[in-house]
């Protein structure tokens, strides 16, 4: 094919200037040295939205001038361009322009231009070119670039977690201020792996080695651990960092969080620990009611003290438990329990002396728990008396008194050397509990016993009592046979009636005592209220007595009694209790004995004494002389006779009278002497 032909008129350099112009992709404004638009091109009317035809269009390249344009002012770029006017070529920064102000109907543009003057060979600007590139895409893309960061760190600064950045082999370059501001650490303290300093020394280790493991092998780290606090505090963090891959799947970076969790691993913390609490307070309760059944069913204070010692020690956790209890006013050790670390004292059995702290909890009443310092700071918790250097020793305390049904003091229970640290609420809340189911035990034992011994006084007075009424029988039945023979001479029936008459007397003297104490037991005596002379009561109580006491050869001695010994009461009640203590007296003391009667008054209290110096009263009676059917051990030939109630009348008889009546003794072979206390008139 032969080529096309050459045109015979090639195109003028003018000609294609103006083609290259018009056809150019950037926008291009030809101005003139005032300012004028000469030309532009279609790239121009395009950007601008602003097409040849139009009235804008005619204005621009018309009356139009650039250094005029309030916009170009306002903004500083006409100054730009009076430089390129006047000959430089200038570099023009990006400006927001808007052609609606110029009554254009496009949008407002970021352009950015070069403005470049094109001038003669003699150097005279003949015009200006200005170049424009609209950039508004990439402003618009860096504005919302810019927001998005900045969205970002201020989510960053307003949020709790601290958010940091490292490089893919997990060092730390860039700076993070809530970091900074959380643990103090500087910059310089903290890039690279300077953070770790920070970590708990006890979580240091494990922090590492985990984040060095991601870090090579590109997981996500996440771990807790304590990072100290700007207060020099330590508190739970919760970490988590997550690899950023590139395009080709590498680690670009890592970005990671720090949250503070301190608050939810506190409160997890305490959960379980209250958690564990009320496990174990769950424990010790079955415990308690444990050792609550096996005190119960206890009905002797050797088995109930030798018990509740053993569950203290088990449940509290203690080396040394002791339960002391006052019996007959003395305090006693009744029981203890000692782990092997105090084995050399277990045979140690000093009785208290009313000295040192057991005497001190009894006598207050008060719940007593001590840690070691304040123990040894107490004046009482040494004084044992003369055996104190061998008491064993005491570290930590808690006693708890032992308190019957009416509140008085029993004893105590107490604790020592605790396992593990001082005795809490807990453990005396625990031993209060104790103590009131081992003071029930103790009443409930003593009652059982009480019962136990008065079933058993009964059984021996019913044995007395049948014993007392049969031995007049057998006098009565030999002198009714001699009767009933009817050869006896007028003596023997006689003497033979007198022993039935004696007898029958004996019988119902003993039968009257036993109605008199069922009726004043019983509340059904009516008592006279009469001024009663005191010296008239013992001398008719001497009288009804003398027989007995001069049959057993006593001496008895009667002090004269006062004037103003009077009481009101009912005479024959008081004669009858004088005697019945003179009749015991004669009774329980060995023939030739001595008995002294003395009257005193003082403090509106008339005091009748009736001394003796017979066979005394055991300790261990004592307390239950006045008690129905209780009597001291007969002698073999029974010389004492009777049942055993006098005394039990006589109490009833003087409390009706509003008096009491005491007993003293020193014991067996020491005598005795009965105290009445009667309100005087």
Not at 86 to 101: L, M
Not at 355 to 372: D, F, H, K, P, W
Not at 666 to 674: E, K, L, Q, R
Request: negative net charge; contains cysteine; proline residues 5%.
């Amino acid at each position: 094919m032969p080529p096309d032909p050459i045109p015979e008129h090639p195109p003028s350099s003018e000609t294609r200037f103006r083609e290259l112009f018009e056809q150019a992709p950037t926008s291009i404004q030809i101005v003139a040295p005032d300012g004028r638009t000469l030309r532009v091109n279609k790239a121009w009317e395009q950007l601008w939205q602003i097409h040849e035809g139009t009235p804008l269009y005619t204005y621009i390249l018309g009356d139009y001038r650039l250094l005029d344009d309030p916009q170009l002012v306002e903004s500083g770029i006409a100054g730009y361009l009076k430089r390129a006017l006047d000959g430089e070529s200038v570099e023009i920064p990006a400006i927001y322009y808007d052609v609606v102000v110029l009554g254009g109907t496009g949008r407002a543009r970021w352009v950015t231009a070069r403005a470049h003057p094109i001038k003669d060979h003699q150097g005279r600007i003949l015009e200006v070119m200005l170049m424009h590139e609209d950039i508004t895409d990439r402003v618009i893309a860096e504005k919302a670039l810019r927001e998005r960061e900045q969205r970002f760190r201020s989510l960053v600064m307003a949020t709790s977690q601290t958010v940091w950045s490292t490089t893919p082999d997990g060092r730390v370059l860039e700076d993070s201020p809530t970091w900074r501001s959380m643990t103090g650490q500087s910059y310089d303290e903290w890039k690279e792996y300077g953070w770790l300093d920070a970590v708990h020394p006890d979580d240091r280790e494990s922090a590492r080695r985990t984040w060095l493991d991601c870090a090579a092998s590109g997981s996500v780290y996440e771990t807790t651990y304590r990072l100290r606090q700007l207060d020099g505090s330590y508190r739970w963090m919760a970490v988590k960092g997550v690899p950023i891959a590139d395009a080709d799947g590498a680690v670009r970076e890592w970005i990671g969080a720090t949250k503070d969790i301190h608050e939810m691993v506190t409160a997890q913390a305490e959960l379980a620990e209250r958690l564990d609490r009320e496990q174990r307070h769950s424990a010790l309760l079955v415990k308690v009611a444990q050792a609550s059944r096996s005190l119960g069913s206890a009905l002797s204070t050797e088995k109930i003290a030798a018990g509740l010692v053993e569950e203290v020690r088990a449940i509290l956790e203690v080396h040394q438990a002791v339960v002391s209890l006052n019996v007959g006013g003395a305090q006693e050790i009744n029981a203890v329990s000692m782990s092997d670390k105090y084995a050399r004292y277990r045979s140690y059995d000093v009785k208290p002396d009313g000295s040192g702290i057991y005497a001190e909890v009894c006598r207050t009443n008060q719940v007593t728990r001590l840690t070691q310092a304040e123990l040894e700071a107490h004046p009482a918790w040494k004084g044992f008396g003369a055996h104190a250097a061998q008491h064993p020793a005491i570290r930590g305390y808690l006693a708890v008194p032992l308190l019957d049904r009416t509140g008085q003091n029993i004893g105590l229970i107490q604790a020592s050397d605790k396992f593990e640290g001082d005795f809490t609420e807990q453990d005396e809340a625990i031993l209060v509990q104790l103590a009131s189911i081992a003071a029930n035990s103790f009443e409930n034992a003593r009652l059982y016993g009480s019962l136990k011994e008065q079933d058993r006084r009964k059984d021996e007075f019913l044995a007395m009592l049948a014993h007392e009424l049969r031995n007049p029988l057998a006098p009565i039945a030999s002198a009714a046979e001699l009767l009933k023979i009817g050869i006896a001479s007028e003596e023997r029936v006689r003497r033979s009636s007198e022993v039935i008459s004696r007898q029958v007397r004996h019988m119902t003297s003993l039968v009257d005592d036993l109605l008199d104490i069922s009726r004043v037991t019983r509340g059904l005596i009516q008592l006279e209220h009469l001024a009663v002379e005191i010296d008239a009561t013992i001398r008719s109580a001497v009288e009804q007595s003398r027989p007995l006491i001069e049959a057993r050869e006593h001496a008895l001695a009667v002090a004269p009694v006062p004037a103003e010994a009077r009481v009101m009461g009912d005479p024959n009640r008081l004669v009858q209790v004088v005697a019945n203590l003179l009749n015991n007296a004669a009774k329980y003391t060995p023939r030739g004995g001595r008995i002294d009667v003395t009257v005193s008054c003082a403090a509106g209290q008339a005091q009748i004494r009736v001394r003796d110096n017979g066979i005394g009263i055991d300790k261990a009676l004592l307390p239950h002389v006045f008690d129905l059917f209780t009597q001291a051990e007969r002698t073999p030939d029974r010389s004492q006779g009777g049942l055993g109630i006098g005394l039990a009348l006589v109490r009833n008889v003087v409390g009706l009278h509003g008096g009491t009546v005491t007993a003293e003794s020193d014991g067996p072979g020491a005598g005795s002497v009965f105290t009445v206390m009667l309100p005087t008139v």
